[in-house]
């Protein structure tokens, strides 16, 4: 019913930024709140920032705090995940979801979108 794709995603040095967004089709993504999660190779895939259906309300893991900004606009049926100061911990594919409840872990999302990947790398 929700479909969610990514991009934005590539390769990036140290300190560097890149700009990520989740468009979406089927349904428009004003009633669902939004989250990106993130996986590396040989870890379990991680939170890391989520939204309200309004915007009203934000919230980061700590690892990202002060340097990523989760934003959407429902016009335009996207969402964005800023990323500044990027480290080479930030490698991972990402991944934008969807839920009808704030979503800030992978059990509480019902949609997901297939990935991007970034790459932190000098």
């Known amino acids: 019913q929700v479909q969610l794709v990514e991009s934005g995603g590539g390769l990036v040095q140290p300190g560097g930024s890149l700009r990520l967004s989740c468009a979406g089709s089927?349904?428009?993504?004003?009633?669902?709140?939004l989250g990106w999660f993130r996986q590396a190779p040989g870890k379990e895939r991680e939170f890391v920032a989520a939204i309200t259906w309004s915007g009203s309300s934000t919230d980061y893991a700590d690892s990202v705090k002060g340097r990523f900004t989760i934003s959407r606009n429902n016009a335009k049926n996207t969402a964005y995940l800023q990323m500044n100061s990027l480290k080479p911990e930030d490698t991972a594919v990402y991944y934008c979801?969807?839920?009808?409840?704030?979503?800030?872990?992978?059990?509480?999302?019902?949609?997901w979108g297939q990935g991007t990947q970034v790459t932190v790398s000098s």
């Open positions: 979801a969807a839920g009808r409840v704030f979503v800030r872990a992978t059990t509480m999302c019902d949609y």
């Open positions: 089927g349904r428009t993504l004003s009633s669902y709140s």
